[in-house]
């Protein structure tokens, strides 16, 4: 009995791993890391870049529906030296000074019966919004009183009236890739889309790393 109870252990030498054979695992798991975390960054950068870029594209969508649902002037504020936004409205807003609108909130508006309403707007109004880490405002385009202007520090706005219409900008977001994608704004209707630049265009336009 203790003859066959003996055949069915299994030596050191048929069961388990030797100190080697877990020093290659570990070797070959490194490897793979090594060549797989470069990746997996650029990834992650990208990522925040077009969320940040949605982001902006979302509010300035909001800002033209506010202007067209309340009759009244809106704007979004970028304030390129902190890269961060915000909304604001012709209530809000001093052209002189477009970054002290941030902190200001609109007042309830009230309807012919006397009640009280409170904006849509209420909960963002005025509340400076940061891009994702890692992400910047590279430049920002826009157009006052019919001239083309380019900041890459300060502050400026794009403006949305009630019939829906804005003012040709756009907007320049980086990462810390290089890549770049612009939040677009046409003048005629007021709405925003994202483009991704080549990098013959950010050549052209200046907006390398070394700004």
Do not use: C
Not at 114 to 139: D, Y
């Amino acid at each position: 009995m203790f003859k066959n109870l003996r055949n069915r252990i299994p030596s050191s030498s048929e069961d388990g791993f030797s100190l080697m054979e877990i020093m290659l695992v570990f070797a070959i798991i490194a490897v793979l890391s090594s060549i797989s975390m470069p990746a997996m960054r650029g990834f992650a950068a990208s990522r925040r870049l077009t969320t940040s870029a949605h982001a902006i594209a979302d509010t300035l969508a909001f800002a033209r529906d506010m202007a067209i649902t309340e009759r009244t002037t809106h704007l979004v504020v970028f304030d390129v030296s902190s890269n961060r936004y915000w909304l604001a409205s012709s209530e809000t807003f001093d052209t002189q000074n477009p970054i002290a609108s941030a902190g200001r909130t609109a007042s309830p508006t009230t309807s012919t019966g006397g009640q009280v309403m409170v904006s849509r707007t209420g909960g963002i109004m005025g509340i400076p919004q940061p891009l994702n880490q890692g992400v910047t405002i590279a430049a920002l385009v826009t157009t006052h009183n019919g001239v083309i202007q380019q900041i890459t520090s300060g502050a400026d706005y794009v403006y949305f009236s009630p019939t829906s219409t804005s003012v040709d900008t756009i907007v320049y977001l980086r990462n810390v890739k290089g890549t770049v994608l612009a939040v677009v704004v046409e003048a005629s209707t007021g709405r925003a889309s994202i483009e991704q630049m080549t990098p013959e265009q950010i050549q052209t336009l200046g907006l390398g790393n070394d700004l």
